[in-house]
T-cell receptor, first 116, second 111 residues
Framework: DAGVIQSPRHEVTEMGQEVTLRCKPI?????LFWYRQTMMRGLELLIY????????DSGMPEDRFSAKMPNASFSTLKIQPSEPRDSAVYFC??????????????FGPGTRLTVL | QKEVEQNSGPLSVPEGAIASLNCTYS??????FFWYRQYSGKSPELIMS????GDKEDGRFTAQLNKASQYVSLLIRDSQPSDSATYLC???????????FGTGTRLKVLA
């Protein structure tokens, strides 16, 4: 399996522009997570989906952020308009729940976003 | 109070020594605990998961869980320079499949 795929790997944009990050989870996984990682705040959960349905988006910082999962093999995280404080590494992770205890999350390589 | 707390380090240990990494959590109902390793510029990868009180061993790694004290630790025996990385503690919050990560402890193993 190719693992979790994210694109682009690097994105540099100017303040006010729209940014779209993409994720392809591991085939057969039923959970998908979007995280943001910064030096100051560490790894923060933004939103997660189960079977393509958003379950908890309480970590989405504000209305400028939105996420969708139109099907089991694709998800997007959109920032509109982008601001310099959005600069971070954004990770997508997927997992397959095999028991009530939780499951291993497999992380993608991340997208390093820089907003100038 | 942060939900999952770790000492940021760096924790420096000589090669061959035991490295001890600690994590405390605030949600008393949490049932699932994970340790991830993250090399600089890379994504986190799972080292171990633990669900029951006590110790769980896997090779050079031992995870320890004490739910009464809300404490989970990771021991790395015979530390190698290749173990130098940031170690993230993650807790699955009760009643959800939401995982909260600590900010990580940076480990440096000195050759």
């Amino acid at each position: 399996d190719a693992g979790v795929i994210q694109s682009p790997r690097h994105e540099v944009t100017e303040m006010g522009q729209e940014v779209t990050l993409r994720c392809k989870p591991i085939s057969g996984h039923d959970y998908l997570f979007w995280y943001r990682q910064t030096m100051m705040r560490g790894l923060e959960l933004l939103i997660y989906f189960n079977n393509n349905v958003p379950i908890d988006d309480s970590g989405m910082p504000e209305d400028r952020f939105s996420a969708k999962m139109p099907n089991a093999s694709f998800s997007t995280l959109k920032i509109q308009p982008s601001e310099p404080r959005d600069s971070a590494v954004y990770f997508c992770a997927s997992s397959f729940l095999t028991s009530g205890k939780g499951a291993t999350q497999y992380f993608g390589p991340g997208t390093r976003l820089t907003v100038l | 109070q942060k939900e999952v707390e770790q000492n940021s380090g760096p924790l420096s240990v000589p090669e061959g020594a035991i490295a001890s990494l600690n994590c405390t959590y605030s949600d008393r109902g949490s049932q699932s605990f994970f340790w991830y390793r993250q090399y600089s510029g890379k994504s986190p990868e799972l080292i171990m998961s633990i669900y029951s009180n006590g110790d769980k061993e896997d090779g050079r790694f031992t995870a320890q869980l004490n739910k009464a004290s809300q404490y989970v630790s990771l021991l790395i025996r015979d530390s190698q320079p290749s173990d130098s990385a940031t170690y993230l503690c993650a807790v699955r919050t009760s009643g959800t499949y939401k995982y909260i990560f600590g900010t990580g402890t940076r480990l440096k193993v000195l050759a």
